[in-house]
């Protein structure tokens, strides 16, 4: 609110600065070319209609399997994507990295006592490790749970009545929201007690950290996904627990003292290696500039990662294979990336941005799509707020297909995030997340998940974005 | 259609004798008084208001656990009824039973080679191995797989093509007709492979028999259940692959030669004690009448067995609950039966029954619930077909709470089959079941599942229904 002549004259002065600097950003030519929106309505047709996407992700899902960093099947899925790459003709390079290796190893937990046990019984509970956690001791841990809904509670009960138990996180995620069509925020508010409930938990002396799964599973299944420690504080073991698990405990808990057995068999070997694979499809007019297209080639170690995130890589590779079949050369260069080690470590997103910090200008754009695969609505972007704008003209030809929204974020992609963060424009397929976060990071996460007609709309956004990108006669306000 | 004057003569007799027969069932008084009717809308709208069956539900899911037969905790479960019916004041017998006691210990599965396999590699297959099969040798089975999609193509294939294979039958559970609501038909088609896959597969030689889950899981959970064998057949082990599973070994085995890997170590125990728990509300006109309230106590080892059946039980013990709470007595005597062992023998309903065989013409009516714990659309019964008009009083009721339909089938509940087929006019709450087989049987069949205020609902139709025939007017048409 303006309440002085010298704030309105201020305020007189900002606007007139902000208009000046849109009508200097208002592009004397459109974005795009005639030539390249008729285009673009073939390359939409044409990934329309092809199964390529859907072939691949059914290789990297169910013949090569789980893709976690440091397996073999990490690694064969690195050679299987160059290949296919090098087959359409693209220039791959193998970008080398040092990952995490990380091995869940055996996991058990179970009930030992409890009101109203039977005696000589015990209760299994369907856990998870989160990735990164220590092991217990060989023995085991056996210990007092206490149940905490979120930190203030946690904090509200102090030393004296932590110390010695079994934090269990009881935090819910939001399954009303996520009915709503926006898991993506229900995980979003949960995920924190899972990254971070070991590191509160021991501030106050808990053996270990139990956290409410941060997905919508309702199906006895544990959401697996990160966890930090704090190198100041002692490290816990960590695990989630099934939200039915959960809610047993907690029910239990109200009536006695319930004591838990936890044996995980978690351990951390050294780095191993794994790779970005790069491949270039060449630009005609400026092939020093880049358009990304991409997803992340690892996967959790619990299902075979098909949403989770084949189906990102398979329609970024699907790409070139469109333009290719249409002829179509774009103006600036294609690049498809398939990062390595997302899930548990994000070292290839970071190396990559760390080795083209000298050419982030010619990053044009970056494009990732990590965040399902199903019929996507429109298109999420991190960037200035004119980039809406300027992609309008690709939102009226995705609107033939559904998938005509848009929606600003301040990231929307895990492996992208640090070329956003440097200012390279950043775009990800939007999608309504009902369903996705019922099998993200649990063994459900599998083929049979996708549909192959919305992966095809999935894929059509891909390329037409991509393409449009690439073709852009100038530059995105950045 | 009628085409002679002999039949057409005929055909008047048959009608005659049709409405002379209706005529003489029609009762000359309502079979239910006026005074019941105004009971019942009491009985009804005390037990929409009652927690006691969700409370007793939790309690046995949650305190006690898993209820397999043979195991402390079913025993326990016993006990617990017991106690709880004798603190209303109702006159309790244990009938001492040799259940089946059949323990599933290990169960591994894994692919070993397939197509496009990275050297080194195995994939986990999730699995449950089915009630009462045998175990494999120690070092488990492996072999190559065949898949069929039922038993027409396995008799195809022929011992040939089946001798020393893992025979995987990879019939889908229907889901369209699942989600109409029809889950039990969806149910009751697929589960044939289950119960008499292993012996089919035997017939032509093969090793190990896998079938699809005869559920509706899409969550990487393998439904369990029992199956059978025949004397005359060679034993082999058998299990269910999850959904997720069997299309894996699908989708590789029309590429080549899938071999799998299989290690089950379940094993047959001596029989055990197992009890079926009767509890009596004595009956004020007609004691030696009886109208059973029942469900089965006994649950599967995977999950907590709250939807199968803990739930079907505490609304069976919520009748004379709700009768005593509201000081109402009845008729003829209401006979609460929590039954044992229904999953893997029906050692208890068929017990009953033998032990009872000279007293049937004194069962007046037999209720069981057993399809599920959710909002009942209705009642569903098995007798004569004036049975649907005789209780139309009760659906007038039951219709304020959204649940006065009626169907007809040939028998409406397990437990209470062996009455049914010998003449004892049987009914059962009736379900959208939807949703009910994608926790049957499984890991996530657990108390959360159930929504408290269906549960009154269903628990309100028990009590009505139940009352209703303990007082009625006059004899059911059987």
Redesign the interface.
Known sequence: MITTTRNLLKSVIAITLVAASLAAQQPTAPLFSQKTLDELQRVQAAALKSDRAYEWT??LT????PRFSG???AA?AEQYVADEMRKLGLAVEMQKLKVPHWVRGEERAELVS????????I?KL?IKTLGGSIATPPEGIEAEVVVVENFAELERLGRERIAGKVVVFNYRFDRRLSDAGFGLEAYGQAVQYRSSGAIAAARYGAVASLVRSAGG?????AHTGGMRYDPAVTKIPGAALS??DA??IA??AK?GPVRIRLKLGAETLPDADGHNVIADLRGSERPDEVVIVSGHLDSWDV?TGALDDAGGVAVSMQVPYILKQLGLQPKRTIRVIAYANEENGLVGGREYAARESSRLEKHFAAIESDLGVSHPVGILYAGRPEVGAAIEPILQILRSQGSGLTRRENGVGADIGPLTQRGVPSFAPWFNTRKYF??HH???D????IDPDEMKKLAALMAVLAYALANAEGPLPR
């Open positions: 059914a290789f169910n013949n090569i399997g397996t073999p099947q064969r409890w009101h109203g046990m039977t005696a000589g019984t209760q369907v599973s309702q199906n006895r299944l939200h039915e809610d047993l029910h239990l009536q299902g019922d099998y649990t063994e459900a599998t083929f049979d998940k």
